[in-house]
């Protein structure tokens, strides 16, 4: 399975952002997926994750609100809507695949490279 994200940039407070993430080679359709964040220094965190046919979603509570995910599976993609961006969102995002719409990152098994979102102050 090949991930590739994008949409990530250097915005300031308030503003918003859309991250996507393209799939490719497996059956897109059939799989959970998340997306993660790992800030400098610190360890890779769960942001959000959506079951493999949209119908449901959870989100780490720092977000929930602000964040949306989705998925548009015609496209082979998942999306993260991100709006009132804080400077302590700011980290490399990556999306996974999993089985399940799980937060711990050992429920995934493959990975994109990541994007970086910046937010200044």
């Known amino acids: 399975v090949l991930l590739v994200e994008s949409g990530g940039g250097l915005v300031q407070a308030g503003d918003s952002l859309r991250l996507s993430c393209a799939a490719s080679g497996r059956t897109f359709s059939n799989y959970a997926m998340g997306w993660f964040r790992q800030a400098p220094g610190k360890e890779r965190e769960f942001v959000a994750a959506i079951t493999w046919g949209g119908s449901s979603t959870r989100y780490t509570d720092s977000v929930k609100g602000r964040f949306t995910i989705s998925r548009d599976n015609a496209k082979n993609t998942v999306y993260l809507q991100m709006n009132s961006l804080k400077p302590e969102d700011t980290a490399v995002y990556f999306c996974?695949?999993?089985?399940?719409?799980?937060?711990?990152?050992?429920?995934?098994?493959?990975w994109g490279q990541g994007t970086q979102v910046t937010v200044s102050s």
């Open positions: 996974a695949v999993g089985i399940y719409s799980s937060s711990s990152p050992r429920q995934y098994n493959y």
